[in-house]
């Protein structure tokens, strides 16, 4: 279900965009800042035909940095960086001011009675579309490749 941790240093040298954003720890908070980035990224093709992908993993990020790192305090802060190196792809970092969780603790989703559960498939969903991702400082951040 893990994937090698990601390797997120990109060559500022060939970086297409870069833009760092920030959201109050709200829900309603998370859809705009996902249109935005998406539209970013279809308008500099910088993985062209990997929006959706993108897309679904960016949402989930920003959704559980939001109601499990922040626990939807809108007085907290999430953070989203999100780069484009033509060679490499994207990398979406999203941290969130929690006090992290260890991500192979985590049931699940396609086996037992986690098959019916109504959540935690968040991470399993962007494990699998991504092609990297890692998390780092204990698991207040991660980082996503879509190459």
Sequence with gaps: MSKP????????????????V???AERKSVDPV??????IV??????TGK?????VALTEALAN???HGAKEDPNKIVECLVACDEERGVLIM?????????PTS????CHGENVFSGHGRGIFLINQLMDEVGFHKNGTEIHMVKK
């Design 51 to 55: 929006e959706d992908n993108i897309e």
């Design 22 to 24: 920030t959201l109050a």
């Design 42 to 47: 279809r308008n500099i093709e910088c993985a």
């Design 34 to 39: 996902v249109r935005s980035v998406i539209e």
């Design 94 to 102: 999203v941290r969130d001011p929690g006090s992290g969780f260890d």
């Design 106 to 109: 985590l049931p699940d989703p």
């Design 5 to 20: 941790p990601a390797v997120c240093n990109f060559d500022s040298d060939k970086l297409v965009m870069k833009l760092k």
């Design 65 to 67: 940095a939001v109601v």
